[in-house]
Each structure stands twice: as C-alpha cells, then as structure tokens.
C-alpha cells in the first residue's frame, strides 16, 4: 500500500487518461476498419500484422494458434517498450493476451512520469484559485460568512462563488435558521478527489 501511494498515486490521473485514451483510439479503430486495420495499427519494430499472422517478438519462439480464440489487446505504462505475450498454463482453450505499451507511449513518458503538479494546481487552473479554494473549503462544509473567513474574501465574494458552485452542481445549500450550509455535491467530491 505504502509502495502504491508513493509509486503510482501522484501519476495516477496520467496513467489513467492516457490508457483511456489508447482504449478509445483501439475501439474507433476497430469500429472504423475492422480487426484487420486494429491489428495493422499495432506494427512497431516488434509487432508486425502480416493478415492472417500476427508476429509479436519475443524472447522465446513459438506459434499459437488462436483456432477463433481471439486474443486480448492490454495497453500498459509499465511494459516499457517490448511487448509480452501470456498464456493461461494448462488451458489451451483460453484465449492469450498481448501486453504492449500505448501508442506514442515515448512522447509522453516526459508527461507521464514528470514532477506531479501540486494537488489542486489543474484544479485551480481550470476554475481559478479562488474558486478552487472556495471549494476545497466546501469539503467540511460551512456558512457563506465562515467561508469568507476561511478562504480570506469579501462576503459578497463567497455567496457568488457559492451561487456558480451549486449551479455547476459541485455544490448543495441548505438553510439553518438564519444561515446558509453549503456542502459538496457527489460529484464535487470527485471533482476535488481528482484533482
């Protein structure tokens, strides 16, 4: 757990867009041309689509036939660059997979695995800080006074932003006699969660 928190969990919203990324770009592929031109999509210097052989190098030599097995296509940032092929032991019956890298994995190994970004800097980004602070402070819930108070703006500051935050539905009001609470919304959470 530990290894997983200081290891993959910084990088994760990277790893994560980048293989949906890769598993949208297979399926228009596929949707587009058929399994043929998936197949020829794959070709690299260890890959080679040659209809009906796929040839994928590797360290060891064998052929397997598929016999209408199909085989599983699985994207991975942890591959590096040579593919891998795996079969289920003691089942012939199963279908094998193909580990590969994602396509223009190289270009973004800068991107991928760079200096993380501060928590909350695409968040900031995309919202403004102030609006981002204003819902970090939402997270534990408070008033339109004690959020002015606690993210440092005018009261007149907090109730819009506030205003623009529910009507994104980032954010829930509801009233307690004479104040408001503002708390986050599901999807506010995973917003922040995100981020």
């Not at 293989?19 to 690299?44: K, M």
């Not at 080679?48 to 940032?77: F, H, K």
């Amino acid at each position: 757990m530990a290894a997983h928190r200081a290891l993959i969990e910084p990088f994760w919203t990277r790893i994560h867009a980048c293989l949906h990324a890769e598993h949208v770009t297979q399926l228009r592929t596929l949707a587009d041309g058929g399994p043929d031109r998936l197949l020829a999509s794959l070709q690299s210097q260890w890959v080679r689509w040659r209809p009906p052989v796929l040839e994928v190098l590797v360290l060891t030599d064998y052929d397997i036939t598929l016999n209408g097995r199909g085989i599983a296509l699985l994207p991975s940032v942890f591959v590096g660059q040579l593919p891998s092929l795996h079969l289920v032991p003691g089942d012939p019956t199963a279908m094998p997979w193909l580990v590969l890298p994602p396509s223009g994995i190289r270009m973004q190994q800068r991107q991928l695995w760079g200096d993380p970004r501060p928590r909350g800097a695409a968040l900031a980004a995309l919202v403004g800080r102030n609006r981002a602070a204003v819902l970090r402070t939402l997270a534990e819930g408070c008033s339109t006074t004690e959020l002015a108070d606690r993210v440092g703006i005018s009261l007149a500051a907090a109730s819009q932003h506030a205003s623009v935050l529910r009507e994104a539905g980032l954010i829930t009001t509801q009233r307690q006699g004479s104040a408001v609470l503002h708390v986050l919304t599901p999807l506010g959470v995973e917003l922040l969660r995100a981020s």
